[in-house]
């Protein structure tokens, strides 16, 4: 198979097109032949290495001290399962599939093998393969801070910082979805788009503070590192949550008693990558009530050029790459049936 590696930290050349072995399902994994991905901000900031202050050594010693640990990046995809192994009885070779290997990454590659208990979904039929693998990055993040850590309810003025990125527009739509009053914070370029995903409100930043003005919230999101504490505290209510998804060293640390010392709340750490976080995201996409943003789409010749897009920092949304194309999906059950008699790995 065909991937794109790395071996040292950098720009998006550091990326080589290079072949592979094509890896081998163990007993309870399955195959999947990788239709489209993303390229994120968590593959950004392992091969760029761009971290908070401060938190440079902390970043070498999840992505690798003096090279990366995880030279193949890909931190979501959506594809075929290509063969299972011996003890799998939940996938079928034929079926179409969601992963999220996160932060285990592995997706900028042909194929991929994944745990069948772990982080995979079948894929919704109402979906294409594009807007399945623009799901769980920013999906499962913003479900995770708005509805898990932060209780979100209906009723509620939230406002979002970086409404028009992978994980702003997904805390924009899945707010309103809870019944929330939702301001979004972005450029006057994509106050139409963030419109039109549900926002009531839109704020551009270039015009207008909203720490000087404007109403006060039940909960500020930052998504994007550019509201730290000192400047958002001004913005909440008494009571009022911070959901700190991107943010400075000092606020993730100490953030929380600097917070409480004001009689307010700032919840920061790691978004869960749980696998009934990414069952719940997908049953909105698949209802319609969730529409992952795709900005751009690059084939997997253009890598390079999807990494390059992603690093000016103006993506709206998502930025997918189609690795592999799939003339028919899903397959039907005979071909299935006949598939699984010659793909059953054991």
Not at 16 to 28: D, G, I, M, Q
Not at 133 to 154: E, M, Q, V, W
Not at 173 to 194: F, M, P, R, W, Y
Request: hydrophobic content about 40%.
């Amino acid at each position: 198979m065909y991937a794109y590696t790395y071996t040292e930290y950098g720009g998006p050349d550091v990326l080589n097109y290079v072949e592979l072995p094509t890896p081998t399902p163990k007993a309870n994994e399955v195959l999947i032949r990788i239709v489209a991905t993303t390229v994120s901000a968590g593959d950004w900031r392992a091969r760029s290495l761009t971290m908070p202050a401060g938190l440079g050594l902390v970043g070498r010693l999840v992505f690798g001290i003096t090279r990366p640990r995880k030279p193949v990046l890909g931190t979501d995809l959506s594809g075929v399962v290509e063969a299972i192994g011996a003890d799998v009885t939940t996938f079928q070779p034929g079926d179409a599939v969601i992963g999220f290997p996160g932060a285990g990454f592995g997706a900028h590659a042909e194929y991929i093998t994944m745990p069948a208990d772990g982080k995979v979904v079948r894929k919704p039929e109402t979906l294409n393969f594009e807007e399945a693998a623009a799901i769980p990055f920013g999906a499962t993040t913003a479900y995770d801070f708005l509805i898990s850590k932060g209780k979100l309810r209906a009723g509620e003025r939230v406002l979002i910082n970086g409404a028009s990125g992978s994980v702003g527009s997904a805390c924009v739509q899945l707010a309103k979805h809870v019944g929330a009053e939702v301001t979004g914070i972005c450029s006057a370029t994509n106050a139409d788009l963030v419109r039109s995903i549900g926002a009531d409100h839109v704020i551009d930043y270039n015009t207008q503070d909203f720490t000087k003005e404007g109403p006060q919230y039940d909960m500020v999101v930052d998504t994007v590192d550019t509201a730290p504490w000192g400047r958002a505290r001004h913005a909440l209510v008494p009571n009022g949550r911070m959901l700190l998804i991107a943010g400075s060293t000092s606020d993730m640390i100490f953030g929380w008693l600097k917070a409480r010392l004001r009689g307010k709340r700032l919840i920061g750490g790691v978004a869960s990558e749980s696998v009934d976080i990414l069952r719940k995201v997908v049953d909105l996409a698949a209802a319609g009530d969730f529409h992952p943003v795709i900005d751009r789409s690059f084939d997997f010749s253009q890598m390079i050029a999807a990494h390059t897009h992603v690093d000016t920092g103006h993506k709206k949304g998502n930025v997918v790459v189609t690795v592999n194309q799939i003339s028919k999906s899903p397959r039907t059950a005979d071909e299935k049936l006949r598939l699984g008699a010659a793909a059953h790995v054991g």
